[in-house]
């Protein structure tokens, strides 16, 4: 890959053409844009801590900045893993479709690119949609009802196909119980992030059985839950 050069010193570098696109970076004040044929694709913050992670003092600051500009294009200009395309593509994790991080691996799909991850959540926005109209129909049903119940289905043939599609959504997902505070109770599978919940999706079944899932924007307000009313989460021992 040709270099990158400075058109104005410590702001912004020449347009560099690669694959038959443009990259070009920018500098201002401790944020950093890099633009892929005009589109602005990445937007850091180079904090103090990024900053002095990479300053040495023997160097100018400069030549830091544009051979830092250089290291983010090296690593991310890569094929796609989805349209194959090399461009900026990045690992699923820092994409917004890092919950299907382990959907995509399974398929041998390490980075994504922009427009594929866009393309991406508008499908997943449709099928959201495709989703909440087949609910209401009542078409889907959702996996719940007391304490016992949810029990019963774990303890049925049923939980190996829930076990299965839980482990299709990624390593972090687990098996868990959304609790209202009117003691309904529903089966969720849980991204359970480093401390925390990442998100839930509430787990239903279509009218021929076969499993699906409901984000809980869809799946709440469709369970009939207010603002206001209590929720509990509880996740499953592995
Ligand atoms: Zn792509």
Known sequence: MEALRWEIPGKTTYPLEQNGLTYQVAFEGNTVQVYE??????????????????????????????????????????????????RLSFPLELTTLAHLAGFYES??????????????????????????????????????????????????????????????LGKTWRTGMLKFSDHRFYLVAMKVGEEQLDTFLLLARDSHGKLASLPPETGLPALGFQEGDELELLAFEK
């Open 107 to 168: 398929q041998g799909i390490h980075s994504i690119c922009p427009s594929c991850t866009i393309a991406k959540e508008r499908e997943l926005e449709e099928q959201g949609k495709t989703m909440k109209e087949s609910f209401l129909r009542g078409e889907l049903q959702i996996l719940g009802g007391t304490e016992e119940e949810i029990q019963r289905i774990l303890n049925s043939a049923a939980s190996l196909s829930i076990r299965h599609y839980i482990q299709s």
């Open 37 to 86: 044929d005009g589109q602005l694709l990445i937007e850091e913050d180079l904090s103090e801590e990024v900053l002095n992670h990479h300053r040495n003092p023997s160097v100018p600051l400069e030549n830091q900045l544009l051979s830092w500009a250089q290291m983010v294009l090296n690593q991310f200009i890569q094929p796609c893993g989805q349209c194959r395309q090399v």
